[in-house]
């Protein structure tokens, strides 16, 4: 009984700091939850944000911020608002208001990568809202700043910047007409952006989740040969729970060096021929794709374009369709997680046992004995 009234009173907590985040507007409400949890409804508060950017299993900083504060007798609440990031409130008199501050830098002790945003204080319940914006806004700045782990408003609230609109569409240019420049040009943007301040890291992300997919769409192989990912899906999410800007750019260089290998090795070609390369690599998935289609989309017979093809790479279209879905099925062999009948659509293979015998005839093994030989 004692453990079923226990569990109730954490969620009641947690629902409590919910509607005090998120703004709720009755009091009498609230007031009625804060009297039945024990929460104190007539003093001062303070609101943070932490981030246990190193956290493996959620919840797992729960237990050790409760127990940093049993011994000082200050009624908190604690909730989990994302991945890794939990709001903190603290009730305490305005005399202990300098105490409960300290202890909160003392918090990043707690776990290895923890960082901490730090609210304002207020006297009012209604206005908590308001201090838990900034505890999240100060926390996110974390994400630019890697070299400190405490950070908070000593002045007064910064203005948001906004990024400029044409930035992507400057990017669109710079890949396509300078892509060896690229690299210079985004560590400078990155670098003005972390010098600036306050941009809230939502917009950053969704800004460098669009490059990414740019460059993705320019050369669908870079997810596998650069990222070692199968999806864009996959890309936007390693991108959105990476814990700091730095993490971002990693995966950047990486995925333009490899870009840029791509780019070296069909310079070689003609332009047309480049073209034919990546509408093969865009479609591939389409089992009826043919050279037909590929030659109306290129404006050209489809005879005069396996010539020209043929004469640049060695190959016919119709056999580098052939060795660029292997190629692609392979690499995707290699993750466990992916269903090989998965495998054989997103190759364009019309259905698994057509897959299974292609992937037989050339490789002398079937697509599951492919994947127990090399997958450890």
């Known amino acids: 009984m004692k453990k079923k009234e226990g569990q109730w009173q954490r969620l009641e907590r947690q629902r409590l700091l919910n509607m005090l985040r998120l703004k709720t507007k009755d009091k009498a409400l609230l007031e009625k939850i804060c009297r039945e949890v024990r929460f104190p409804t007539d003093t001062a508060y303070f609101s943070a944000v932490l981030w246990a950017k190193k956290e493996e299993v959620p919840g797992q900083l729960e237990p050790l911020v409760f127990s940093f504060w049993q011994e000082s007798g200050i009624p908190i609440l604690l909730t989990m608002v994302d991945r890794g990031k939990y709001l903190f409130l603290a009730a305490c008199g305005k005399y202990r208001m300098r105490m409960v ?29 308001q201090s838990c914006e900034i505890a999240l806004l100060n926390a996110e700045q974390s994400f630019f700043d890697s070299s400190r782990n405490v950070f908070e408003i000593e002045d007064e609230i910064p203005k948001m910047k906004k990024l400029n609109p044409g930035l992507y569409a400057e990017f669109v240019g710079m890949i396509k007409e300078k892509p060896e420049q690229v690299d210079g040009w985004l560590h400078r943007l990155v670098t003005e952006i972390c010098s600036e301040g306050f941009y809230r890291q939502e917009d950053i992300i969704m800004l460098l989740s669009a490059f990414a997919r740019l460059l993705v769409r320019e050369k669908s192989a870079l997810l596998l040969s650069a990222a070692d990912m199968d999806t864009e899906e996959e890309l936007d999410s390693c991108i959105r729970e990476a814990v700091s800007i730095d993490e971002v750019m990693k995966l950047f260089e990486r995925m333009l060096d490899a870009f840029l290998a791509r780019l070296e090795n069909e310079s070689r070609f003609s332009r047309l021929v480049r073209d034919t390369i990546s509408y093969i ?20 017979s489809a005879a005069h ?19 660029y879905r292997l190629d692609l099925s392979k690499k995707l062999l290699r993750n ?35 994947r127990k030989k090399y997958v450890i």
Do not use: W
Not at 341 to 353: D, F, P, Q
């Open 281 to 300: 690599e865009q479609h591939c998935s389409e089992a009826e794709l043919s050279v037909s289609d590929i030659a109306e989309d290129m404006h050209f």
């Open 336 to 370: 466990p997680h992916i269903r090989i009948v998965e495998i054989a659509e997103r190759c364009g293979y019309s259905n698994g046992n057509y897959f299974a015998k292609v992937f037989r005839s050339t490789e002398g093994m079937t697509p599951v004995e492919y």
């Open 305 to 323: 374009l396996n010539v020209l093809f043929r004469k640049e790479t060695g190959v016919t279209i119709k056999q580098y369709i052939c060795d």
């Open 101 to 129: 501050r300290a202890e909160c830098r003392k918090m990043t002790e707690l776990q290895e990568g923890l960082c901490i945003g730090m609210g304002f204080e207020t006297d009012n319940l209604m206005a908590v809202s």
